[in-house]
């Protein structure tokens, strides 16, 4: 049993030294030229890396504050480094004012090397090395994001972590609030999107105890700050969630709307109607104007529909212009859905259309009867038609062309009714002609009643 173990134990050492081995093998210096300029206490440093290994060359740039460097001096030659778990970076070359230029080289720690292939991370190549030495990703601080429960964190998080300042206090101030499974690219995007532990304290003292990662992040996104979420509610708006928040944000709704809609007459205003004002861009210029053309009792809703649907006051005044004042809120609405422009009612009225009132205007443009359809018709010999008729003719397809063709088969003086009986049994020009030719032959009279009859018995 001892031998066993003894055996086993030198297993496991030799691999260990195997994929300890591998690693350094992958860690290779690195060089290439830098550029510089100081900002303050503050170095922003790009370097272009010389790749053996490939046609292209490599960027990558930083900022680091002064005091992090050994032995920078300005404008002279010289040597300064940055030493960091990971390895060292030398830098040689000249600042000339704010300004640097010079060759850089990158030699890795073959100690951390070995440290992290113990941990696991297996092969690692010398520009994931010198990310962790950039950003200064050390020993402790990957064991001590082990011990927090994050075994499975891949080099290119750490890296995220260290430049987004993710600290391990942190974690631990964010765990401390409930969030204790949170992954490690919500704890990069909470940084990224400034999630501080004191508004999730804030949040927590407000109720909202229960919140995700998620919300926290789509939050600060779009600007949700507690002075805003206490406004809301001493509007009156008790327990709304978090996502009602953002939408509230995301639509550029104003605490003062609620005032203004007040002095306009609209004390009872949901938040879901204020969004929707919002997104339909009904301003409170639109609703005075609305309100002095004569829509003083006009709804919110009905507000939104006229926006949707594109009434303006303009096509009100027109409207007034030709004869239709005074028109319900739900038909000016059902006017522009149906595409009811000031022209295509002129081309009616010119032509003299009786019982032209809103609901048949709206009736010809559902059913596509147009002006010209109208004059064609005249020309025909059909010079009284009614709107019902006119919307009946459209309804069963019966065309000027179609007309045309009947009486060119000899049925000149065939009614409306008639013709469109001919339509809805599928009587053509040549089913016409040869049922005259079949009652001709046979000496009998022939009408259009007749021809229908054949029609639906298939004669």
């Not at 040869?434 to 009998?444: D, Q, T, V, W």
Request: hydrophobic content about 40%; charged content about 30%.
């Amino acid at each position: 049993m001892k031998r066993t173990v003894f055996k086993t134990g030198i297993i496991f050492l030799l691999l260990l030294a195997v994929s300890t081995l591998y690693a350094v093998q992958e860690g290779k210096n690195l060089t290439g030229d830098w550029s510089a300029k100081i900002r303050e206490n503050r170095i922003q440093i790009r370097l272009m890396i010389f790749d053996d290994d490939s046609d292209h060359d490599s960027m990558t740039s930083f900022g680091l504050e002064t005091e992090e460097f050994k032995g920078l001096q300005l404008n002279k030659e010289h040597t300064f480094t940055l030493e960091r778990d990971a390895g060292t970076i030398r830098f040689d070359g000249k600042f000339e004012g704010d300004r640097g230029r010079g060759a850089f080289s990158f030699v890795p720690n073959d100690a951390f090397i070995g440290f992290l292939g113990k941990e696991g991370f297996g092969k690692i190549k010398s520009k994931e090395l010198l990310r962790l030495c950039i950003f200064d990703v050390n020993k402790v601080y990957i064991q001590d994001i082990r011990k927090l429960g994050y075994k499975d964190v891949e080099l290119s998080e750490l890296v995220a972590m260290a430049i987004h300042e993710v600290s391990i206090d942190y974690i631990q101030q964010v765990n401390a609030q409930g969030l204790k499974d949170i992954s490690i690219p919500k704890l990069i995007s909470f940084r990224i999107h400034d999630v501080e532990v004191d508004y999730i304290k804030e949040l927590k003292k407000l109720g909202y105890s229960d919140i995700s990662p998620s919300e926290l992040i789509s939050l600060n996104i779009h600007d949700v700050d507690i002075p805003f979420v206490r406004e809301i509610s001493k509007q009156g708006f008790k327990d709304l969630s978090l996502d009602k928040f953002v939408a509230l944000k995301i639509h550029d709704v104003d605490l003062k709307q609620f005032e203004v809609l007040k002095d306009l007459g609209y004390t009872d205003v949901d938040l879901d109607q204020i969004i929707s004002l919002n997104i339909h861009d009904v301003s409170p210029d639109f609703i005075r104007g609305v309100h002095k053309a004569g829509f003083k009792d006009i709804s919110l809703d009905e507000l939104i529909s006229f926006q949707i649907h594109d009434v303006d006051l303009g096509y009100i005044d027109s409207l007034a212009e030709v004869g239709f004042k005074d028109v319900p809120v739900s038909e000016l609405i059902s006017l522009n859905i149906h595409d009811v422009n000031i022209d295509y009612i002129k081309g009616f009225q010119k032509l003299g259309v009786k019982d032209l009132d809103i609901p048949t205007l709206i009736s010809f443009s559902i059913h596509d009867v147009e002006p010209a359809f109208i004059k064609d018709m005249k020309k025909l010999g059909y010079t009284s038609l009614s709107a019902d008729k006119l919307v009946s003719l459209n309804i069963h397809d019966v065309t000027v062309d179609y007309v045309k063709s009947v009486h060119a088969a000899g049925l000149k003086d065939i009614t409306l009714n008639q013709l469109i009986s001919f339509k809805i049994h599928d009587v053509d020009k040549e089913y016409i002609e040869f049922a005259i030719k079949l009652y001709k032959e046979r000496g009998k009279e022939l009408t259009p009643e007749k021809i229908i009859s054949m029609k639906i018995h298939d004669f």
